[in-house]
Nanobody
Framework: QVQLVESGGGSVQAGGSLTLSCVLS????????VGWFRQAPGKEREFVAV????????AYADSVKGRFTISRHNAENTVYLQMNSLKPEDTAIYSC?????????????????WGQGTQVSVSS
């Protein structure tokens, strides 16, 4: 049974930074493409960033390009989301998701496994 566990959320002021972690267990980590998504109150879940298995390719939502960086440490079964220059509009529950594929996909409906999410709150 594949499980994903996020951590690293919290409350920061605008301009601050946070690093989220997503640990995958129950599967061969290298084989999974992993994405980060977020959902703000009253809004649909939206794509944030994705990294392919092996870490060869990444993609970002336009709203976070240049501020967020996704990376993975295969030996630790962990994907990270480094978030800099945070804005109040980044406030949301951030969830990681995994899919057994080599493809780079921002489509949330394509993912098979999800974590429970971690709250990020940015105050102005």
């Amino acid at each position: 049974q594949v499980q994903l566990v996020e951590s690293g959320g919290g409350s920061v002021q605008a301009g601050g930074s946070l690093t989220l972690s997503c640990v995958l267990s129950g599967g061969t980590f290298f084989d999974f493409t992993v994405g980060w998504f977020r959902q703000a109150p009253g809004k649909e879940r939206e794509f944030v960033a994705v990294i392919t298995r092996g870490g060869g390719n990444t993609a970002y939502a336009d709203s976070v390009k240049g501020r967020f960086t996704i990376s993975r440490h295969n030996a630790e079964n962990t994907v990270y989301l480094q978030m800099n220059s945070l804005k109040p509009e980044d406030t949301a529950i951030y969830s990681c998701a995994a899919k057994l594929t080599w493809r780079l996909t921002p489509n949330r409906d394509a993912y098979d496994y999800w974590g429970q999410g971690t709250q990020v709150s940015v105050s102005s």
